[in-house]
């Protein structure tokens, strides 16, 4: 089975690039150019940061912190539905 590749165009920085994504991700693709844009140009509205390579290399950073708060979250979750999971076949087992 062969996965097809569409090209997409998507503007970055203010340029035009072209990306390849599997079919059916065209979409995906975009909106996370679009959320990468939003960070860029908060970015770039703090006074720290002056030039787009920097402005992308913070929004970069930004959104892997907040992935990886996100995984952490998700462990934590499924560590304390597994404790649940074991508290109540203890105690369905001493029924």
Not at 23 to 28: C, D, F, N, R, T
């Amino acid at each position: 089975m062969t996965n097809k590749v569409s090209q997409v165009a998507v503007t970055l920085l203010g340029k035009s690039h072209q990306f390849s994504c599997s079919e059916g991700q065209e979409q995906a693709l975009v909106n996370a150019v679009d959320l990468l844009n939003e960070r860029v140009d908060e970015m770039k509205r703090r006074d720290t940061v002056r030039t787009d390579q920097n402005a992308l290399l913070m929004a970069a950073l930004h959104l892997c912190h907040e992935y990886q708060a996100l995984q952490q979250d998700q462990q934590s979750a499924k560590q304390h539905s597994q404790q649940l999971v074991e508290r109540l076949s203890t105690h369905l087992e001493d029924k």
